[in-house]
């Protein structure tokens, strides 16, 4: 790919030159009245002198440093550059072409008369190839950037993944198997729905898209096969209830953003209360944004461990990753109600 770019930015050299070309060679024939042999020698001459010097100031800008330099070691840096380069080519010019047309006095009076044109002309191409070359880097840098911004996405993608599959935490499983091998003695018909819940919920969990984006059905089916799970450890002490409505079932969310916010609900209402714990989840379209409330009663007498927050955390980072803002969370503790509400909106960045 390289390569190829390379290769048309030699072509586009050459044609420019040879354009430059053209129109000098039309300017001395036609304009000022030398022969075309003159104009063309001329042209030829001071044209692909500067066309040899130019692809050498290549060099020059690349390894300038332009972002460590100040503006005026940046204009002393280009204006001897361009002093020692416009030097170069008009003495080279004027050798070779007083050389050549040494019997030509009316062309040698004609390079006279039009050197500070000439030179004129130098300090032009020169500002147009520097600026042309630092467009060029700055052009390629840019790509190089976003192409490591890619790269780093594509990384962040899947150091995310698999903090999502991490987030299955090993003693749910555990728990699980217990209250499953448990229900082969009590219930074999209910150990066996279990088992088939649970294998659908791992299934899900480990083989979540790349894209990150799911529905809020799916992610609905997946939630409330953890809730079940659960159920059948807990009983009569955790009850659910949902109010869904029917046009936030196609609506894109983020993968697994549920499933952690009702196992803190599990974890902080469920865990450390002899009582029932009601868990509820709303979902609502509120001006074109989804709403989502998930919230659960605890017994605020009771002793909870304080926990690190890290769930919390990480929803509301990949929020901020996802849709670029971070008050699309918000956390609301009144008596013994904890709720959750997230405002997902109908794009990502």
């Given at each position: 790919?390289?390569?190829t770019?390379?290769?048309?930015?030699e072509?586009?050299?050459i044609?420019?030159?040879?354009t430059?070309g053209?129109?000098h060679?039309s300017l001395?024939h036609?304009?000022y009245g030398l022969?075309?042999l003159?104009?063309?020698?001329?042209?030829?001459?001071?044209?692909?002198?500067?066309a040899?010097?130019?692809?050498?100031?290549?060099?020059?800008?690349r390894y300038?440093?332009?972002?460590?330099?100040?503006?005026g070691?940046l204009?002393?840096?280009?204006?001897s550059?361009?002093?020692v380069?416009?030097?170069?080519w008009?003495m080279?010019?004027?050798?070779i072409l007083?050389?050549?047309?040494?019997d030509?006095q009316?062309?040698?009076?004609?390079?006279?008369?039009?050197?500070s044109l000439?030179?004129?002309t130098?300090?032009?191409?020169?500002?147009l190839?520097?600026?042309?070359?630092?467009?060029?880097?700055n052009y390629?840098?840019l790509k190089?950037?976003n192409q490591?911004?890619?790269q780093?996405?594509n990384?962040?993608?899947?150091?995310?993944?698999?903090?999502?599959?991490s987030?299955i935490?090993?003693?749910f499983?555990?728990?699980?198997?217990?209250?499953?091998?448990?229900?082969?003695?009590?219930n074999?018909g209910k150990?066996?729905?279990?088992?088939?819940?649970?294998?659908e919920f791992?299934?899900?969990?480990?083989?979540?898209p790349?894209?990150?984006?799911?529905?809020?059905?799916k992610?609905?089916?997946?939630?409330?096969l953890y809730?079940?799970?659960?159920?059948v450890?807990f009983?009569?002490?955790?009850?659910?209830?949902?109010?869904?409505?029917?046009?936030?079932?196609?609506?894109?969310v983020?993968?697994?953003?549920?499933?952690?916010?009702?196992?803190?609900?599990?974890?902080?209402?469920?865990?450390?209360?002899?009582?029932?714990?009601?868990?509820?989840?709303e979902a609502?379209?509120?001006n074109?944004?989804l709403?989502?409330?998930?919230g659960?009663?605890?017994d605020?007498?009771?002793?909870?461990?304080k926990?690190?927050?890290?769930?919390?955390?990480?929803?509301?980072?990949?929020l901020?990753?996802?849709?670029?803002t971070?008050s699309?969370?918000?956390?609301?503790?009144a008596g013994n109600y904890?709720?959750v509400?997230?405002?997902i909106?109908?794009?990502?960045?």
């Open positions: 790919m390289a390569k770019i390379k290769n048309h930015l072509i586009v050299y044609i420019l030159w040879v430059l053209v129109i060679f001395l036609y304009g022969s075309m003159v104009a063309f020698g001329d042209s030829i001459v001071f044209n692909l002198l500067f040899l010097i130019g692809s050498g100031l290549w060099f020059m800008v300038s440093n332009l972002q460590t330099r100040t503006i070691e204009a002393f840096y280009h204006l550059g361009a002093a380069t416009i030097f170069v008009m080279a010019a004027y050798l007083n050389g050549v047309y040494s030509n009316f062309y040698r009076d004609f390079l006279d008369e039009t050197r000439r030179i004129i130098g300090v032009m191409f020169y500002a190839l520097v600026t042309g070359y630092y467009l060029i880097i390629r840098e190089e950037k490591r911004e890619a780093l996405t990384l962040l993608k899947e150091a995310e993944l698999n903090m999502l599959r987030q935490r090993p003693h499983l555990f728990n699980s198997l217990n209250s499953i091998s448990s229900l082969t003695m009590t074999p150990a066996q729905e279990m088992v088939i819940k649970l294998s791992m299934r899900y969990s480990l083989n979540l790349d894209t990150m984006i799911s529905t809020l059905e992610e609905l089916y997946h939630a409330e809730l079940d799970i659960e159920k450890r009983g009569d002490r955790l009850a659910f209830e949902k109010h869904i409505q029917h046009e936030t079932l196609e609506w894109n983020p993968v697994m953003i549920l499933q952690p916010l009702l196992e803190n609900s599990v974890k902080y209402g469920v865990y450390e209360s002899s009582e029932t714990t009601r868990i509820t989840l609502i379209l509120d074109d944004v709403q989502i409330k998930i659960n009663t605890y605020p007498e009771a002793t909870i461990k926990g690190t927050g890290t769930g919390l955390k990480n929803i509301r980072g990949r901020l990753n996802i849709y670029g971070s699309l969370m918000k956390i609301n503790q904890f709720e509400t997230l405002r909106p109908g794009y990502a960045r």
